[in-house]
């Protein structure tokens, strides 16, 4: 069965600082990952994901990611943060295979401080 | 493309009363699934359509729990008898295709039960 860990359930840095929320992943292959931004009362919207090809990714809003498939992980980082990235951040899988079951970690609230 | 549609947004409903909420997927979008957020939680897995026919269910779902997609395009989750554990979030989601290919999701039906 595959799983996504999460590390940090609160992460605060100062805005114009480096953001970096960690994603570990567990899987028997190397599954699809994502990373979903949820704003307060919202729903989920794709920052990103990597499904095959080139492990760097980039997303919106300056966001990119890593899939190492050696470390299992596929760490978010943005250079600079602002004010409008408060939000929390959720790490997800999908089988490579079959149909798109999503296992989500259990989120990461980023705070950033002015 | 209008997005995922959430119908109520939020509910208010005693204890022991049934509940529907509907879910209009992106238009030619065939699959659908159904997950349920907790505070502070990620989205848990409750269901799965590919057109009409109901792929899988969670053992999240419990009996009181029937999910549909009559026709392959809007689906509807109802709660029966509900109980006070049932507060939660309700996300719908919907994608086409294969396992990489990307899921989007409602903004959500906040159900409190009082």
């Known amino acids: 069965a595959q799983s996504v860990t999460q590390l940090g359930s609160h992460v605060s840095v100062s805005e114009g600082a480096l953001v970096l929320l960690r994603c570990n992943y567990s899987s028997s292959v190397p599954p699809y990952l994502f990373w979903y931004v949820q704003y307060p009362n919202q729903g989920l919207q794709l920052l990103l994901k990597y499904t095959t090809g080139a492990t760097l990714v980039k997303g919106i809003n300056g966001f990119e990611a890593e899939f190492k498939k050696s470390e299992t992980s596929f760490h978010l980082t943005k250079p600079s943060a602002h004010m409008s990235d408060a939000a929390e951040y959720f790490c997800?899988?999908?089988?490579?295979?079959?149909?798109?079951?999503?296992?989500f970690g259990t989120g990461t609230k980023l705070q950033v401080i002015p | 493309d209008t997005g995922v549609s959430q119908d109520p947004r939020h509910k208010i409903t005693k204890r022991g009363q049934n509940v529907t909420f509907r879910c209009d997927p992106i238009s030619e979008h065939n699959r659908l699934y159904w997950y349920r957020q907790t505070l502070g939680q990620g989205p848990e897995f409750l269901t799965y359509?590919?057109?009409?026919?109901?792929?899988?269910k969670s053992r999240l779902l419990s009996d009181r729990f029937s999910a549909e997609r009559p026709k392959g395009s809007f689906s509807t989750l109802e709660i029966q008898r509900t109980e006070q554990g049932d507060s939660a979030m309700y996300l719908c989601?919907?994608?086409?295709?294969?396992?990489?290919?990307?899921?989007?999701f409602g903004e959500g039906s906040w159900l409190t039960v009082v």
């Open positions: 989601a919907s994608s086409y295709g294969g396992s990489g290919n990307t899921i989007y």
């Open positions: 359509f590919q057109n009409e026919a109901q792929l899988e």
């Open positions: 997800a899988s999908v089988n490579s295979g079959g149909y798109q079951k999503v296992t």
